[in-house]
């Protein structure tokens, strides 16, 4: 059976009444028939019927054996950060998350785990990065802005003859293109708020393991922590969940539309998509995905914040927020959203340029995102013909044209 009928039809129907949709228990305990006699279920902290659906679902999506669902992506990257212990060492991909990098830096460093952050695109600064304290390698990819790709194989390779885990954030990709397990990796992250929700309209976060052992290690943190998914929140990442190969298939063929839209352009410096064959990490994302994801960076050949600025209060089909992975098209500036946390030389390292822009193209008609795109590139290359966006006529070098406030969270 293909990906799709297998994951719609692993969806029990209720045995009780024959609903075709999961029922949401909306409870929070479990009669019981004499101490410690139960159906399995006795508080719905520790475990809740809608969610353990959930659960099992991405837990066989992911080639997984167990999977945890947590009231966000960062609850389930915290659980994982629980499995260490004080003075253990993490070698993380540079460009991390921006969330994941604040709690790493502002949260766990302060009881004595520290992290690493190294180009994780090659295999050799990965290896020449570990000591005899890393129990841990996490990487994202494609990471969040710039689109690099690792080679979840090779450090997958890494990380067993060092017996340390190796953690991948699927969030990018989805099971629907990419299933780290089955490649080496010994935990999978995801923020379901993004591919996996895939509608914008809830925040959730798993963890999946290939171990059993290791499993029941975060399922205990998941109870013990406390930072569960509701089952209403559970029931809306199912209900996602269902249409995922749907989404993903037509977020990756419209990706691939904008990038190639994008790559000649003239107000365009550079294109970030793994889809390109002129990306550096094109080859190895072929090898180990079914497809390129619906994310598209790119730079302006103005480098500046305030071209960035015009180009993401401009656009009418791309509205302006922070996420991804909808239904809806959003667009982003990184250096002053997602990755503002991160200090502004590590940024810049990390490629995450003052004009990078992040596209999350939704399942609108590809054909009108370009239009919309068209239409607000030409007006950029317009006033920048004109020098209306030069230094000292919009405001000074490296500044925003409009308060900060308008887009913080
Ligand atoms: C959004 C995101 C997270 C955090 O998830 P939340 O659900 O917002 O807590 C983690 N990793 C990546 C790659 C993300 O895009």
Not at 100 to 115: C, P, S
Not at 231 to 251: A, C, K, M, Y
Not at 261 to 277: D, R, S, T
Request: one cysteine or more; a neutral charge.
């Amino acid at each position: 059976m293909q990906a799709t009928t297998q994951l719609i039809h692993s969806i029990p129907v209720d045995p009780l009444t024959g609903a075709v949709s999961v029922p949401i228990y909306q409870t929070s305990t479990f009669v019981q028939d004499a101490p410690g006699v139960n159906k399995g279920y006795d508080y719905a902290r520790t475990g809740n019927p809608t969610r353990a659906t959930l659960e099992n679902l991405v837990a066989q999506l992911e080639g997984g054996s167990v999977a945890a669902a947590f009231a966000s992506g960062l609850a389930a990257i915290d659980a994982v950060l629980k499995l260490l212990q004080s003075g253990d060492e993490i070698i993380a991909v540079d460009d991390i998350y921006g969330g994941a990098f604040r709690l790493f830096e502002q949260v766990y460093k302060k009881f004595g785990i520290t992290v690493n952050y190294v180009d994780t695109t090659d295999p050799a600064v990965v290896f020449n990065a570990l000591t005899p304290k890393t129990k841990l390698i996490w990487i994202e990819t494609p990471t969040n802005p710039t689109l690099k790709i690792t080679d979840i194989r090779a450090i997958s390779k890494i990380a067993k003859a060092h017996q340390c885990w190796l953690a991948v954030d699927n969030t990018f990709a989805s099971p629907a293109l990419q299933q780290p397990l089955l490649l080496g990796a010994d935990i999978v992250v995801h923020s379901g708020t993004k591919y996996l929700g895939g509608h914008s309209d809830l925040i959730a976060g798993l963890v999946v393991t290939a171990d059993p052992g290791l499993g029941q290690k975060v399922k205990f943190l998941q109870n013990a922590s406390g930072a569960i998914l509701g089952p209403f929140d559970s029931w809306l990442l199912i209900r996602g969940i269902e249409t995922l190969h749907l989404r993903v298939r037509q977020h990756s063929a419209s990706a691939r539309a904008v990038a190639a839209f994008l790559e000649q352009h003239p107000a365009v410096n550079k294109v970030y998509y793994p889809g390109l064959a002129t990306h550096p990490g094109h080859s190895i994302a072929a090898s180990q995905s079914k497809g390129f994801g619906g994310i598209v960076s790119f730079s302006l050949k103005l480098d500046t914040i305030e071209a960035a600025n015009d180009f993401v209060t401009s656009t009418s089909l791309f509205k302006l927020a922070e996420s991804l992975g909808g239904i809806k098209s959003l667009v982003s500036h990184p250096a002053q959203m997602t990755h503002k946390t991160i200090p502004a030389e590590r940024r810049k390292t990390a490629g995450i340029t003052d004009s990078l822009i992040r596209l999350s193209v939704g399942l609108e008609d590809a054909e009108d995102l370009i239009e919309d795109l068209r239409a607000t590139l030409d007006k950029l290359e317009a006033k920048r013909s004109l020098g209306l966006l030069g230094p000292g006529l919009n405001g000074k070098v490296g500044e925003p044209t409009r308060p900060a406030a308008v887009i913080e969270k």
